[in-house]
């Protein structure tokens, strides 16, 4: 531990930086708490917001080149539980959006094997394995969840909650 509270080690302070998109209160306030959590255990957090397209973007985003120590975005999700796009190796930029370059190959095998059979009760087998393996594995920390509530008067005919 170095005399400013920070670990180092050969003259290298322990820093990492946090991506994220700027102007977004839930997110600046979350790192603000992982920033004292860190520095709580002498790793100091630098934060880098920037606006959605520089975080997102192709070829030049933070994510897409790989430019950052720790990210908080989000993603939307459909019922589907295919996730071959996040965790597939093969997935990753420039190919897809596994911008955590998870490498894992049993969740490259049951990504692919998920993706092609239209068998619920083989999906949710395969599913539930991918699951295991990324709790294990700890590529990303979801921090929170969504609900879309849906509101309709009940004239209308044939909606379809998401």
């Known amino acids: 531990m170095g005399a400013d509270g920070f670990r ?3 003259g290298k302070k322990l820093s990492l930086t946090i991506v994220s998109t700027s102007g977004r209160k839930p997110r600046e ?13 002498g ?18 985003g933070l994510l897409y080149g790989g430019e950052y120590d720790l ?6 999700s459909n019922i589907d539980p295919n996730n071959i796009f996040m965790w597939n190796s093969k997935q990753q930029p420039p190919a ?7 490498t894992n190959p049993e969740v490259d095998r ?20 991918i699951q295991t393996l990324l709790a ?14 849906n509101v309709v008067n009940n004239r209308i ?3 379809k909650r998401s």
């Open 8 to 10: 180092a080690k050969g």
């Open 29 to 41: 306030l979350t790192e603000q708490v992982l920033k004292s959590y860190l520095k709580a255990v």
């Open 136 to 149: 294990k594995d700890m590529p990303m920390v979801p921090l929170l969840v969504w609900t879309t509530l």
């Open 71 to 76: 990210a908080m975005y989000a993603w939307v």
């Open 96 to 102: 897809g959006q596994n911008y955590t370059r998870y």
């Open 43 to 60: 790793i100091e957090l630098s934060i880098n917001n920037v606006p959605g397209p520089k975080l997102f973007g192709r070829p030049d």
């Open 110 to 129: 049951l990504t692919v094997a998920g993706n092609a059979t239209v068998n619920t009760a083989e999906r949710a087998v395969i599913y539930k394995k």
């Open 157 to 159: 005919e044939g909606f």
